[in-house]
């Protein structure tokens, strides 16, 4: 009788308890949670509700380990297709996808804001991670044109604009 082969850890999240998937989910957002809790009210139940029902579908979500490539034998070419190499295969994704995604499908559910309020918010937020990931070479650039002697006065707005969203965060 042949063994099972054994499951790694990252197989084993991908199809167990979907209590560790959460734990995890609140683990790799720790530095952005270090509280690590995510509190759900009644409203936040009726928008999640009414975007479900604005979109007409229905939630579910799912957990799953990409798979890796299976290897394919060369393809020869005939007189109106090219040749295809062959490929060796790849072994399964180092990590696992939790993604909210439309029920019975593996397409993904986009947020859509059902009030000018949550429209609003999603918009700064945007906002905010925009100004997050332009920080970092607003701030060479303001410290390569102190050095230099040369300022810009709109690089040092975009840059105070930038510190200001992300205080404000």
């Not at 090219?82 to 993604?99: D, Q, T, W």
Request: contains cysteine.
């Amino acid at each position: 009788m042949a063994k099972a082969p054994k499951q790694d850890a990252l197989d084993a999240l991908a199809t167990g308890d979907p209590k560790k998937v959460m734990a995890l989910m609140l683990w790799t957002a720790r530095r952005q949670n270090p509280d690590m809790y995510v509190k759900i009210d009644a409203r936040d139940i009726e928008t999640f509700d009414a975007c479900m029902t604005y979109q007409k579908v229905a939630a579910d979500v799912m957990v799953k380990r990409p798979a890796g490539l299976q290897p394919q034998a060369g393809i020869p070419a005939t007189h109106n297709r090219r040749a295809v190499p062959a490929r060796e295969g790849a072994p399964a994704k180092p990590y696992v996808i939790v993604a909210l995604v439309e029920r019975g499908t593996e397409n993904a559910i986009r947020p859509i804001e059902s009030t000018e309020d949550d429209y609003e918010a999603a918009q700064q937020a945007g906002k905010v991670r925009a100004a997050r990931d332009r920080a970092r070479s607003l701030a060479t650039l303001i410290v390569r044109q102190a050095q230099s002697g040369e300022t810009s006065l709109s690089d040092i707005k975009d840059a105070a604009d930038a510190l200001m969203l992300l205080a404000d965060a």
